[in-house]
């Protein structure tokens, strides 16, 4: 399909992009393996040891099982691709990228479809397959049965494909190349946005403020506290915009509103109430409010001021026994708390003995909690603001180059929506990834408090997602052996947590598909029904957005083996779990509707341990196997049963990855009349 191919207009550009830009950095070592990141293409991945790197054009990168390249067993690639234009600014995902890509894998000779599910994390979207199809072209000459893992992404005009490819069936890297895969992360800077620039946004913007600690007079270092710094979140690097001296008062203490104003209060230990001040960036003009904050308390002053998701404005006093909440709207002033609450926590010990920095900087995040900055070493501290609760632990950041000095907190969003934490530390300003906790400096200066809310703003155009509450789910009803379609057969599905009677029978295409208005999350067991066949699976896992997955009926035959998909038993003993009810329910199902229908059960173990007393183990789990069928009624002498212990392997034993695949229970056909 188009989709699917390359054009040859995005090469061009990516060459250029290539030509113009520095290479991808080679592997790091990591507990996992080996890191690749490749910035300019705006990934990072994690391989795993023993596995080689091939570079190639147009942000195409491959890695292999080595050592040889054109004997590899499997591979895994990762390419960048441009978006047509008529695409570059959709949410694919709504556009029906999912049908799309399912029809295609429908369409290749003998396709089974194991997975495929979309998710949208926001700032872009993704779609994960897993399917298995007939290759012609493949080696060895003659063409294999092909299994195919992969990802794919979209953000800002461009397509990620990560893709592993390897035999269907065993395979001793699956595993491993399923870890390649989950390890994908998007990273910043990327290639540019090929997207329109978003619509304006409503409230906050991006910019964030510090008042500056210290300037310059006469060659001469002296106190400020009344200049304020402007930044922006998108690159706080850059040069400030300098408001010099723009409050008539020095301060500790500043918060920006939702209307993109600052608000400030005098650092002065009046222990009076205080006026809070309001200066507009925008036009430079300010002026005071009619809020009146309370007395500060004797010895205290007004240290650090916030803002919540909701747009209200907080200031804390230096010890931070006092918080101070305005609401914009109302002009209502009333104090959160008149006690510390972290004098509630386990470690304050730690914190409040006599001669400790303050932990009263505080910024807020968006699920309504208030974080703290201890200033002795810029470690977190985090109070939820609804239940006053303290959080049970201190959350170090490792990276912070010296101690003492930490005197604003502040959370933002970059361009890409990335949490990141800005600390004003001793001597410079310190960036702190939320998700890596890597710290970084960006600027240098002494600032007293640190503003913005960008955290919380909503675009335009933006309105909350609707809870989920189906999860639309196709597939088709499939021969196992052929991979041919069964249109005749019936399907049932029902919540396992639910009555057998509370089941809904879907009706089938001519192609034998369905699609089925799954709730997010749930588990299903399926009845199958058609004569001459039996399920592979029985229990269907439902995922949290649309997705697909074909369900496979195996024909019977005397001689026709099957295992016996999630039937399970605790570890080294006989007893049955009930995950494994389901499977042996239809298997008692299919037994009660073919009466002539006779089986001979067959238990397998792997090689770990005695071989004499895996073969009792396999023994006594065919015996609780053929108890749980005789009393759903089939009569004893239809069924028969062999313990093989490890004697007929279906995977290699020599890791647990394969190992495990030989750990069944299967059934023989033996008769059928």
């Known amino acids: ?103 295609y894998v429908a369409s290749l000779p003998r396709a089974r479809v194991y997975r495929l599910e979309e998710r949208d994390e926001d700032h872009f979207q993704e779609l994960r397959y897993d399917y298995a199809y007939d290759d012609a072209t493949a080696r060895p000459a003659g063409g294999r049965r092909m299994r195919v893992l992969g990802r794919r992404l979209w953000r800002e005009g461009y397509e990620y494909r990560l893709e592993y490819r390897g035999p269907d069936g065993p395979d001793p890297h699956r595993a491993a190349a399923q870890q390649l895969l989950a390890s994908l992360r998007l990273v910043n800077p990327g290639p540019p946005s090929r997207r329109p620039p978003p619509p304006p946004p409503q409230g ?24 304020i710094h402007e930044f922006s979140s998108l690159d706080p690097a850059q040069p400030p915009v300098i408001h010099r001296r723009v409050l008539p008062f020095q301060s500790y203490a500043l918060a920006k509103g939702f209307d993109n104003c600052l608000y400030a209060v005098t650092k002065a230990p009046t222990n009076a109430p205080e006026y809070v001040y309001r200066y507009n960036p925008a036009t430079r003009q300010g002026g005071y409010t009619s809020w009146q904050l309370p007395a500060q308390g004797s010895g205290g002053v007004w240290i ?25 709207a109302s002009s209502k002033v009333s104090t959160v708390w008149s006690t510390d609450p972290l004098r509630k ?132 009803v499939l021969d196992a052996v052929t991979l041919h379609p069964l249109p005749r057969a019936g399907l049932r599905l029902r919540p396992v947590t639910v009555s057998a009677r509370a089941d809904t ?10 699609i089925f208005p799954a709730r997010p999350a749930s588990l299903y067991a ?32 005397v001689g026709s083996t099957l295992e016996l998909e999630n039937v399970q038993f605790s570890r080294g003993q006989g007893e049955l779990l009930t995950t494994s009810f389901p499977a042996l329910d239809t298997l008692a199902t299919l037994l009660t509707a073919s009466p002539g229908l006779t089986i001979e059960l067959r238990g397998h173990t792997d090689n770990v341990g005695d071989p004499q007393k895996n073969v009792e183990l396999s023994q006594r789990r065919v015996a609780a196997v053929k108890a749980y069928l005789v009393k759903r009624g089939v009569a004893p002498g239809r069924i028969s049963g062999v313990g093989l212990g490890g004697s007929e392997p279906r995977a290699s034993n020599a890791q647990e990855n394969t190992r495990r695949l030989n750990r069944r229970v299967e059934f023989r056909v033996t008769g059928v009349q």
Not at 18 to 25: D, N, S, V
Not at 205 to 224: H, Q, S, V
């Open 345 to 476: 926590a386990r470690y304050f010990g730690a914190l409040g003995f006599a001669g400790a920095g303050t932990h009263a900087n505080f910024c807020f995040d968006a699920r309504r909690m208030l974080y703290q900055v201890y200033s002795t070493d810029g470690s977190l501290l985090r109070i939820n603001i609804d239940t006053r609760q303290p959080a049970p632990d201190i959350l170090p950041l490792d990276g912070l180059p010296e101690r003492g000095g930490y005197s604003g907190i502040l959370l933002q969003n970059d361009e890409f929506g990335n949490r990141r934490l800005f600390l004003a530390g001793p001597k410079a300003i310190y960036q702190v990834d939320m998700e890596t906790k890597v710290v970084a400096r960006i600027r240098r200066g002494v600032y007293t408090d640190l503003a913005g809310c960008n955290l919380f703003r909503k675009t335009a155009t933006e309105e909350p997602a609707p809870a989920p509450v189906r999860a639309p789910w196709r597939g088709r």
């Open 526 to 557: 399926a009845q199958l029904r058609l004569p001459g066949y039996v399920p592979l699976d029985t229990t269907f896992a439902a995922a949290t957005g649309p997705y697909a997955q074909d369900v496979l009926l195996r024909p019977l035959g």
């Open 1 to 103: 399909m188009r989709w699917f191919g390359h054009l040859a207009w995005g090469k061009i550009w990516l060459l250029l992009l290539l030509l113009a830009t520095p290479g991808p950095a080679w592997a790091q070592s990591n507990a996992a393996g080996q890191t690749y990141t490749d910035a300019r293409g705006g990934y990072q991945l994690g391989y795993p040891t023993g596995w080689q790197v091939m570079p190639g054009e147009n942000h195409r990168t491959t890695f292999y099982v080595g050592p040889d390249w054109e004997t590899t067993p499997a591979t895994a690639s990762i390419s960048l691709h441009l978006l047509p234009d008529a695409r570059k600014a959709l949410n694919l995902l709504q556009a029906g990228q999912l049908d799309s890509v399912w029809r």
């Open 505 to 514: 029978a879907l009706a089938l295409t001519a192609g034998g598909a369905f």
């Open 204 to 227: 906050c913007d991006d910019k964030f403020y510090g008042i500056a600690a210290l300037r310059i007079n006469n060659d001469t270092w002296e106190d400020d506290c009344r200049t």
């Open 304 to 328: 650090s001021g916030g803002t919540d998701d909701r747009g209200d404005l907080y200031f804390s006093t230096s010890d931070g026994n006092l918080l101070v909440r305005v609401n914009p």
